[in-house]
């Protein structure tokens, strides 16, 4: 059985240095068994290589893969905070903005990018409650912004 961390490698992926936060935060809170993600944009070494609105300037698929980005830089914080991928117990609940033309409704497929992520590192561990919510605008003109709770052993 693979680790989280094996499982990032065999999806030709890298875990990324968490990103600084933009505002007064911090990555990560945690209380108890519990670790909280401050909301995690589909930064890219300190960029964003999509901005606008999923139904407009942005594709659906291109959101898509901003939501996959997204889950791998919370998977970062939550790495950071807790040691290694394999003290987290479950992805308890994830919630996914979507920054949506009005005409747009498919922000549920949209979180499905970060989701998607989460059980294929996690198992069945990654399955997750969720909320996928449009919204006018995010941080630096972002397309989807995610958060994550996670148990830790």
Do not use: W
């Not at 007064?24 to 606008?52: D, F, H, I, N």
């Not at 999923?54 to 698929?61: D, L």
């Amino acid at each position: 059985m693979s680790t989280p961390e094996e499982r990032i490698s065999e999806l030709g992926l890298e875990i990324p240095e968490v990103a600084a936060p933009l505002a007064s935060y911090v990555p990560t809170a945690r209380t108890g068994s519990l670790v909280y993600t401050a909301g995690q944009l589909p930064l890219v070494k300190g960029e964003l290589a999509v901005v606008g609105k999923v139904g407009a300037e942005v594709t659906e698929e291109q959101a898509v893969e901003q939501a996959r980005i997204c889950a791998l830089n919370a998977i970062a914080a939550l790495r950071a905070e807790v040691g290694e991928l394999s003290k987290i117990a479950r992805i308890v609940k994830v919630v996914g903005f979507v920054a949506s033309d009005p005409g747009f409704h498919g922000q549920p497929k949209v979180v499905n990018g970060a989701s998607e992520l989460f059980g294929q590192v996690f198992g069945d561990a990654g399955k997750h409650a969720r909320s996928a919510v449009g919204v006018s605008v995010l941080p630096r003109d972002a397309v989807v912004e995610v958060e994550v709770i996670a148990e830790v052993r």
